[in-house]
């Protein structure tokens, strides 16, 4: 399988860390060395050595006894001896342990802060930009004899076999009578540029078939994806841009298409072509959610006050979440009382708020946005948020 075709964490994997709840989740967070001289004087390792010191003093503190400790923590250990692991790096390493699923580890294109926590539950915050800052889109190769439908983003690109769904290519679609003109009619050009001739089968008659096949593709779609407004990229030669247009039901159809006929090329390059298409339009989605912050910044649609972000993260109620790159807040949240104490730094009782009102924000359907300390609409405050009433 091509590399670009598996994220590097699948969202039913992140669901799963988001859920568990143990006594000592333990979270690592590190980047990896690509240069050759940083391997070999094993950094990353020595790095990580680090990290599960501080793990080992966070347990001691939890009163746990030192020999259990020891054992606990093997499985992490022996990630120092797994040579593929450092020879072959991603930019950053994530590491997760737990009594009941053990530890379990992925490679992300994401060059982490060091850092390591320990509660009854797992610190995901720096792993969201694998879904929302990046981006989730589908593309939709589009021809006479063939058919594709991708879910990708920046770091992912998946086939979600359309073709079970719905037809996989124009004869399908039109039956026997297609065939016969196509055999009897068509000429000599390439597919798609061709127009039928002579005995009644013209123009129209090839635009009415293109149409019953392409709404038959786009009851496809409909079916498969997971979420409609999502952009809808078209990769196909320009005229069927239009003609697809005329039937589609997706709520975001993208307004630019890769042209051309997307059949002979490989995933790599269509998953390069198509986000670099798309790129632009969540780089723009990020700053019309910064504008609407500032447009709504003296109505009760909007707060920087970190208590009554965190509420409204428990109550389903944040539309869009901001948050200051690299800063972290710390404290308990009194569900009984519904009340937020903030802290200033990871003690043994409390957890990272923000991450709590992340992962609850992404849960619900919500935007996360990790935003540079000038970018924020409310700078005075490390979360900032928009609410869907």
Known sequence: MNTSEKHPLPKKDFETLAETRNLYCVSIFLPMDKNGKEQNMHMAQALLRQCMNEVQKTLTEHQMHMNDIDEYLKPVEQLLDKVELWRNPSDGLAIFLDSDGGMRYFMVPISFEAKTYVAGHFYLLPLLPLYHNNGLYYLLDLSQDYVKLYEASRHSFKDMYLEDFAPRQLEDAVGSDYEQKNLQFRS??????????????????????????????????????????????????????????????????????????????????????????????????????????????????????????????????????????????????????????????????????????????????????????????????????????
């Open 188 to 389: 000599g050009q390439a597919a798609f540029g061709a127009s039928f001739h002579g005995q009644g089968a013209g123009k129209d008659d090839e635009k009415d078939e293109l149409l019953r096949y392409f709404r038959m593709l786009d009851d496809g779609v409909k079916k498969i994806t997971s979420d409609s407004k999502a952009p809808l990229v078209l990769s196909c030669i320009n005229r069927l841009y239009g003609l697809y247009a005329e039937v589609n039901s997706h709520q975001n159809l993208y307004d630019k298409h890769l042209s051309g006929d997307p059949e002979y090329k490989k995933d790599d390059k269509r998953h390069q072509e198509s986000w670099v298409l798309v790129e632009e339009y969540f780089r723009s989605a990020k700053f019309n959610k910064i504008n609407k912050f500032n447009e709504l910044c003296d109505t009760q649609k909007t707060s920087y006050e970190i208590d009554v972000i965190v509420n409204a993260a428990l109550n389903g109620k944040i539309d869009t979440l901001f948050i200051e790159e690299g800063r972290d807040v710390f404290g308990i949240y009194d569900k009984k009382e519904n009340e937020v104490s903030i802290d200033e730094k990871h003690e043994i009782n409390n957890v990272s708020l923000t991450n709590l009102a992340a992962l609850l924000t992404f849960e619900q359907g919500g935007e996360v946005y990790f935003l540079p300390p000038e970018q924020m609409p409310v700078k005075e405050s490390q979360m900032n948020a928009v609410f869907r009433y």
